[in-house]
């Protein structure tokens, strides 16, 4: 599906079929030409209603108000009534309030994600046949909204969308097809694709680099393990970065087996390391002026006799030794090494990592909802703030001095979970701030994606299983830092 801005009116564009936002009940609109006939189908206009009239070439979605949300979601629902049909081409037009090169950034986005649908193992594929969308220009006299400026917002919203509907087939595609190496072969392809460097380490890798807690996890499994590091170097760049993902290919909770109804999904264990590629894919397209470090700890967490057990004690690439009391609290001892395997190769400006890493984090916040967590105020307040304009949901979670205590272990320097039913997500992202070098404290971000990295539902323009968590968010926080901040000429 294509985009295509058109300095002209709306109703002299020639498509097959016409988008038309009802903003806040405004039946007024010179857009809205079939008042009647909506009256007729009770069409009230409320946010996320629907009226679809074939005969007058129209699609009618109602918008509470020009909120980038509220138009992603009613483009969604619009590309979706009219996505299976025979339609190859739709026109809509751009609303001026609020601001319009924003408006058709979220109209894109909606769009392409309406568009997204997971049917590779599908034997009957309905493929949507629209191949372009016209996006009217009408003469708006607005200084900031020029031809250059629109088709810039176009464009940032489609290397945006798009990488993040990578992520979601990554993440969806089931574990016997993404193990640990086939994961690696993907970025490794990808990287040849966008030209970014990429290293693989293998298991013996690993060993040489002292991986004692990430080699652990993977032992069970006759899918070895894989260290992914891609490179985005551009010249001139503001700052390093890190940005490492948990990357459980499956996680069956190992000899701490999960019950059956809490393996299913488990597939999803790898949206850390997915939402790194789509990231850092995403970055080098925007030409994001920052060297990028992409690092993903892809593992598959299973049982058998030469499992890791509750009672072993680890030892991590920093020397910190872990006792471990339960195996399906692997997500933190592979990034501990991943964390500790950054902060010594990069030693970078900033370290963030995105990890599916707790089912406290959805007890916490919602299935929706990403956990924010970390030592530094300034950081975790611009990542909020870029995850909102981003169109993503994050919420804080707040650290303090008691919680730490709860890892103490009697016989290692640290335990792998707390002894405290409570606070497991706050408790897990101390349990990695452990891993975290003291003058790296206030740099380093923890991200907690493990509700919306899947949810078994369609909600808002996301559609059933992965939702791509983190790349929206963390693309907007590379743009925001480091396009448009003065902090960092
Ligand atoms: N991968 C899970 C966390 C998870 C749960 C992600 C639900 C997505 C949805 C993680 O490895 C895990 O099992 N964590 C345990 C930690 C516990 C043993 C301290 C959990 O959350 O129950
Ligand atoms: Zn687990
Ligand atoms: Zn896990």
Request: glycine share 6%; with cysteine.
């Amino acid at each position: 599906m294509k985009f295509e801005l058109i300095e002209k009116k709306l109703s002299d564009i020639d498509a097959d079929i016409e988008i038309v936002f009802v903003v806040d009940k405004n039946f007024d609109h010179k857009w809205v030409k079939d008042k009647d006939e909506l009256d007729i189908l009770n069409f009230k206009g409320e946010s996320e209603e629907i009226a679809f009239l074939p005969h007058q070439k129209r699609v009618y979605v109602g918008v509470k108000n020009l909120d980038h949300d509220e138009i992603r979601i009613a483009a969604a629902k619009a590309i979706k009534t009219i996505k299976n049909k025979k339609y190859k081409s739709a026109k809509a037009g751009v609303y001026i309030q609020n601001c319009p090169v924003t408006n058709i950034k979220a109209f894109v986005e909606g769009a392409i994600f309406g568009e997204y649908e997971f049917d590779k193992f599908k034997s009957k594929k309905e493929k949507s046949k629209l191949e372009i969308i016209y996006i009217a220009k009408e003469d708006y006299s607005d200084k900031n909204f020029t031809t250059k400026n629109a088709k810039k917002s176009i464009n940032e919203a489609i290397i945006v969308a798009e990488a993040t509907n990578f992520v979601k087939d990554l993440v969806n595609t089931p574990p016997n097809e993404i193990t640990p190496k086939a994961l690696a072969k993907i970025a490794k392809d990808m990287a040849k694709e966008e030209d970014i460097e990429c290293k693989i380490l293998d298991e013996k890798d690993l060993e040489k680099e002292n991986m004692g807690a990430f080699l652990a996890v993977a032992k069970a499994s006759s899918n070895p393990p894989r260290l992914i590091h891609l490179s985005y170097k551009p010249k001139n760049p503001k700052a390093k970065i890190a940005i490492v993902g948990k990357g459980l290919t499956y996680d069956s909770g190992g000899l701490s087996l999960k019950p059956s109804d809490y393996m299913v999904t488990m597939k999803s264990d790898k949206s850390g390391a997915c939402a790194v590629l789509g990231i850092i894919k995403a970055a080098k397209k925007l030409d994001i002026p920052v060297e990028i470090h992409a690092i993903a700890g892809a593992a598959e967490n299973m049982i058998g006799g030469n499992a890791y057990k509750p009672d072993d004690i680890l030892k991590a690439k920093n020397g910190k030794t872990i006792e471990v009391r339960n195996t399906d609290a692997e997500g933190r001892l592979v990034l501990a090494d991943c964390l500790c395997y950054a902060q010594e190769k990069i030693k970078p400006d900033y370290i963030l990592d995105l990890a599916t890493l707790t089912g406290a984090c959805v007890v916490a916040l919602g299935e929706y909802t990403t956990g924010v967590m970390g030592h530094n105020d300034e950081l975790k307040k611009s990542m909020l703030e870029a995850a909102k304009s981003s169109g993503e949901l994050a919420g804080e979670l707040p650290f303090n001095r008691y919680l730490p205590k709860l890892l103490e272990s009697k016989i290692a320097d640290i335990c792998n979970i707390s002894s405290s039913r409570y606070g497991g997500a706050i408790t897990a992202a101390l349990f990695l701030s452990e891993f975290i070098e003291e003058k790296n404290k206030d740099k380093w971000l923890h991200l907690d994606i493990a509700g919306p990295a899947y949810v078994e539902k369609e909600w808002g323009y996301n559609s059933f299983g992965a939702g791509g968590a983190g790349v929206r968010m963390v693309v907007k926080w590379l743009q925001k830092e480091f396009v448009f901040n003065k902090k960092h000429p």
